[in-house]
């Protein structure tokens, strides 16, 4: 089994990779994940201007609630909670950068929750 530290190496290496052929726009910016154990964040990022437009995460006032950080209910949460902030800002379409990480579990129910809320990618 590989072990943390070289886990993230991997995962550094493969969202460098991503991003070599990824930016964001001020008409589709970049929805980037990151993912620890206990919580999940999210930005929406204008790389032309270098700014961050919306951020949600289950560490954020708002985002608090019932559901702990680290678990797919959450995810879904912090999915919903970036596409109402997005809306808010006047952003629908976006270029989702899943940081490295597998479209599985967290990041894909994300990513799902953030389509249903109104997010296109």
Known sequence: MISIPQR????KRVHKRIRTRMTG???????????????IYTQIIDDAT???IASAST???KGEGKKAGGNVAAAKEVGKLIAERAKEKGVKKVVFDRGGYLYHGRIKALADAAREAGLEF
Request: hydrophobic share 30%; charged share 25%; glycine share 4%.
């Open 8 to 11: 993230n190496v991997i995962r």
């Open 25 to 39: 726009s001020a008409e589709r910016p970049r929805l980037n994940v990151y993912r620890s154990l206990n919580h």
């Open 50 to 52: 270098g700014t961050t």
């Open 59 to 61: 560490v954020s006032k």
